[in-house]
């Protein structure tokens, strides 16, 4: 009998025998949404329902851990050019005029932006900033937290949960690193390191704690199999912090987290994280973090070479997206190395290492799905190697 999504998690992840691989989903720009569509994606479909890339496997929390209430978006210049803004995370930035028309210069669109934003401000810089946005925005109370219908949806829910790998990530403000970036900038982050550790100490506490109650109240009754943190701390060379301060910040407040929630039932803990995250793989498994994604190849984030080197990591990602840009024969053999590795040393599922840029063509969308279907059924797998 197959496996279900849930058994077929939990064997890949324990490095045990498994029937085949998730179908991963493919997360286009939008503007690579639109290239799609002017190039045959019917514009009222999803493109991964057209696809073929619609698994049942998986299932998400649907919980909101980032400030409730949100700022209400104020606009301070417009132009045919360019947007300057305050988001609903009270963060001033300057974002292009199309990326405004795609998102509406939400913070949680930005997967619909072309370009990065220009930060300007941050609502954080000091304690005294911290504690009534905490105290107002990241109470632990559900009210605005769960989909308005939860009461009538959540018996739905725990029934698909049953034979389902229930996963949960929350953006942009589920992470320590990443929300705390998020709150005080970069550059304000980094520094508060330095120069107000008191500050960066308190607010890793603060939403610790929070997560925590807040967790342990959404999940009374109902299970949850894996968190991904949500930090991009690193750079194509490297991270942005080193070790010393990955173990001063952010370490206590994972032990913290990983050790309540495990307590909970959850096994998987991972991060989320672009560009080259390995030199801090290691203290991140002193945490009790299990895997990361999404492997990134232009960052030297290699699955086959991490997978010999962290054996008990887990890893998702990998595909390198721009061989998407290619011919038909360049995409079957990415894939193909990429599913080689998954079925020869399992503790990895492969997709695409980042979301699709709009240089891929729709026909190319296409080679990908049909290639990532053929080798995750095990009857291709026993073959990848030869």
Known sequence: MPMNGRELHEAIFRGERFDRLPVPDIHPWGETQERWVREGLPPDRNCNEVL?????????????????????????????????????????????????????????????????????????????????????????????????????????????????????????????????????????????????????????????????AAFAKALDGARLDQITFFEDMCATKGPLLGPAMYREFLAPGYRKVIGELRAMGVSEFWVDSDGNF????????????????????????????????????????????RVLTRGPAEIEAEIRRRYTTAWRSGRYIPRLDHGAPPDIPWANAGHYARWVKHFCQESAGRTLGS
């Open 52 to 212: 073929g890339l619609w698994g049942n496997d998986g299932e998400g929390l649907p919980l909101d851990l980032n400030m409730v209430p949100k700022f209400e978006v104020r606009l301070i210049e417009k132009d045919a050019e360019y947007v300057v803004l305050v988001d609903e995370y009270g963060i001033t930035k300057k974002i292009l005029r199309a990326d405004f028309d795609r998102s509406g210069g939400l913070m949680g669109e930005a997967g619909a932006m072309s370009s990065m934003s220009h930060w300007i401000d941050f609502p954080v810089k000091t304690l005294a900033d911290w504690k009534p946005l905490y105290e107002e925005r990241f109470r632990a109370d559900l009210t605005g937290r769960l989909p308005a219908n939860w009461a009538a949806y959540r018996p739905e829910w725990l029934q698909r949960c049953e034979t389902r790998w229930v996963g949960y990530f929350c953006f942009p403000l589920g992470g320590l690193f990443g929300g705390l970036r998020q709150l005080l900038g970069l550059e304000g982050l980094i520094f508060a390191m330095a120069d107000d550790p008191d500050l960066v100490h308190t607010m890793v506490d603060d939403l610790t704690d929070f997560w925590v």
């Open 278 to 321: 390995k030199p801090l793989i290691a203290e991140a498994m002193a945490c009790g973090l299990t895997g990361m994604a999404p492997c990134e190849i232009n960052s030297d984030m290699d699955p086959d070479e991490l997978r010999a080197a962290f054996p008990k990591f887990n890893l998702a990602g990998g595909i390198d997206k």
